[in-house]
């Protein structure tokens, strides 16, 4: 089973290589095109990518016309212009070309992968998807409808968010910083107790329905994990002490600098510094040596 296949087509290799890594260890298969005419080859490829991050400035073809070819032969892929051209004529002609979006140069890195995971829950990829389920909870995604033992449970729209994220990753420890990026915006700089909130909703509508609330287990400094297996009875909903080691508050610590860094870089209006503020990312999230922590600077 793969992930969602994403074509990164971007000559810049001080972006797309970094790039590349940080989309590969989300989970997506990607492949790579320095120009325009290796990106239209490997659009016809299969599987065939369901979103095409594109950049505008290629080499060989203007980048608005490679968005008309690639929509053309990719009419269900979701299409993300990169432009370091914020000019508002560009992204109107390369909207009308077929585009789905645009991100402007310099971005950071956070910002673009909950744009491409907005882009393809609501796009064909997890919609087409069976629903997810683990034990009796299923989430049906298409429907946006969750059941318990097969009774429905009504869930707010971002309580339905956050559980479908939890499944999606049931068994893994997911980080505060993932949950609220993925769940809520990337832009997000506010307390997270809207998070443990949501996490408590969750746990009394479950409960309520019959599942054990303590399947939602706080991973305490780090996060949340949804359990595969069924709690011991009489487990508390709150774990006394993680198990592993989960990343220190130092780490956190460093995350709200590289956001803030990569704040500034964002008003920033050189490519330099966008190529900076992607290297700078990157390299963080290589220190902290997991996929996490990537999530958790940006
Ligand atoms: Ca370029």
Known sequence: M????????????????????????????????????????????????????????LPDLDGVQVARHLRERLPLAVIVMLTARAAEVDVVVGLDAGADDYVTKPFRLGELLARIRAHLRRGVVDDRAAPLSVGDVVVDLAARRCSAGGVEVALRPREFD?????????????????LMTDVWDAHWYGSTKTLDMHVSALRRKLGAAGVDPAVITTLRGFGYRY??????????????????????????????????????????????????AVNGTVATAGTGGTAAAADAGL
Request: hydrophobic content about 40%; aromatic content about 0%.
């Open 2 to 57: 793969t992930g969602p296949v994403i074509l990164l087509v971007e000559d810049d290799e001080a972006i797309a290589a970094p790039l590349g890594r940080a989309l590969t260890s989300h989970g997506y298969l990607v492949r790579t095109a320095r120009t325009a005419a290796l990106a239209l080859d490997l659009s016809v490829e299969l599987p065939a990518p369901d979103l095409v991050l594109l950049d505008l400035g």
């Open 162 to 178: 956050l559980l479908a994220e939890l499944l999606r990753r049931a068994g893994e420890a997911v980080s505060r910083d993932k």
């Open 227 to 276: 359990e595969t297996s069924q709690p011991a009875s009489g487990g508390s909903a709150v774990d006394p002490a993680p198990t592993s080691a989960p990343p220190s508050l130092s780490r956190r610590r460093t995350s709200a600098t590289t956001a803030t860094t990569a704040t500034t870089a964002t008003t920033a209006t050189t490519a330099t510094t966008a190529t900076t």
